[in-house]
T-cell receptor
Framework: EPEVTQTPSHQVTQMGQEVILRCVPI?????FYWYRQILGQKVEFLVS????????KSEIFDDQFSVERPDGSNFTLKIRSTKLEDSAMYFC???????????FGPGTRLLVL | GQQLNQSPQSMFIQEGEDVSMNCTSS?????WLWYKQDPGEGPVLLIA?????ELTSNGRLTAQFGITRKDSFLNISASIPSDVGIYFC????????????FGTGTRLTIIP
């Protein structure tokens, strides 16, 4: 069964460094999302992406964040200058149609020191 | 923004017991979804509900979309050890708005 994959599974970085989190959505999906989950808290929406542009973004998704679909398969989330409070699990999700459910990847655990 | 409140926050039950948890919102949701999250993993969809009043089962799981569109419940019958995890409700508040709003989660622990 096709699945969303994410790399790396874990990333440790120093405050102020740039990180890029990678996702490979399911191949025929068209709508892509990033969510994050701070330890012990609920999953929060960051950004949605369709037709090579951002559809919607949350207040969390400030100028330090960007997303890109550099080729036909990858979907990336870049944090330009990480802060301690960016430490969280980051989940990528995708679906083919807004009426369908979203499929989540296993997540990248980001730790900012 | 819309918020989904889940109760209880945590549950400790014996294997074989039935479980009931619910999710409420102050505003209308047009879709209700129930996900399970195991430690270190992403959320996995259990049940999706699309119509007010809808009652749907998936094996030992049953969920209902409240008639007011402001609540949903999830029941698990005859719990087993692999039911351990965090259960999240989620929903789409608006038609055409694809983002998911997640609830606060219910942590289920099963005592042997």
């Amino acid at each position: 069964e096709p699945e969303v994959t994410q790399t790396p599974s874990h990333q440790v970085t120093q405050m102020g460094q740039e990180v890029i989190l990678r996702c490979v959505p399911i191949s025929n999906h068209l709508y892509f999302y990033w969510y994050r989950q701070i330890l012990g808290q609920k999953v929060e929406f960051l950004v949605s992406f369709y037709n090579n542009e951002i559809s919607e973004k949350s207040e969390i998704f400030d100028d330090q964040f960007s997303v890109e679909r550099p080729d036909g398969s990858n979907f990336t989330l870049k944090i330009r200058s990480t802060k301690l409070e960016d430490s969280a699990m980051y989940f990528c999700a995708s679906h083919r149609d807004p009426k369908e459910t979203q499929y989540f990847g296993p997540g990248t655990r980001l730790l900012v020191l | 923004g819309q918020q989904l409140n889940q109760s209880p926050q945590s549950m400790f039950i014996q294997e074989g017991e039935d479980v009931s948890m619910n999710c409420t919102s102050s505003s209308i949701f047009n879709t209700w979804l129930w996900y399970k999250q195991d430690p270190g993993e992403g959320p996995v969809l259990l049940i999706a509900l699309y119509k007010a009043g809808e009652l749907t089962s998936n094996g030992r799981l049953t969920a209902q979309f409240g008639i007011t569109r402001k609540d949903s419940f999830l029941n698990i019958s005859a719990s087993i050890p692999s039911d351990v995890g965090i259960y999240f409700c989620a929903g789409h508040p608006d038609f055409g708005n694809e983002k998911l709003t997640f609830g606060t989660g219910t942590r289920l622990t099963i005592i042997p």
